[in-house]
């Protein structure tokens, strides 16, 4: 069953760290883009980082420049995200998908395989 598994969403004050991880499964990732999408309540899905499937390309919203890292460990078949200085404005709903037309941007409409989601809670 090909499938995308995300995990390490919490919690956490703001200011504060969590890594997410993005673990596939029935398929090898070494040749996708990997993106990081994200929705908070009553808003529309928009993405967040993405990155190429060698790790030559990366892409970071704006929102999210100098605060997230997106790496990938394709030995393990992981991609993951990496998120410091988190903010309130980061509460929501994190999900990885394969992506189709990178770069320059990660476009939520050209995606494949979609995660669950692991929910991401930013508050004091």
């Known amino acids: 069953q090909v499938q995308l598994v995300e995990s390490g969403g919490d919690l956490v004050q703001p200011g504060g760290s969590l890594r997410l991880s993005c673990t596939a499964s029935?398929?090898?990732?070494?040749?996708?883009?990997i993106g990081w999408f994200r929705q908070a309540p009553g808003k529309e899905r928009e993405g967040v980082s993405c990155?190429?499937?060698?790790?030559?390309?990366?892409y970071y919203a704006d929102s999210v420049k100098g605060r997230f890292t997106l790496s990938r460990d394709n030995a393990k078949n992981t991609v993951y995200l990496q998120m410091n200085s988190l903010k309130p404005e980061d509460t929501a709903v994190y999900y990885c998908?394969?992506?189709?037309?990178?770069?320059?941007?990660?476009?939520?409409?050209?995606?494949?395989?979609w995660g669950q989601g692991t929910p991401v809670t930013v508050s004091s």
């Open positions: 029935g398929f090898t990732l070494d040749y996708y883009t």
């Open positions: 998908a394969t992506v189709l037309e990178f770069p320059p941007k990660c476009p939520v409409r050209a995606t494949g395989v």
């Open positions: 990155i190429s499937g060698g790790g030559g390309s990366i």
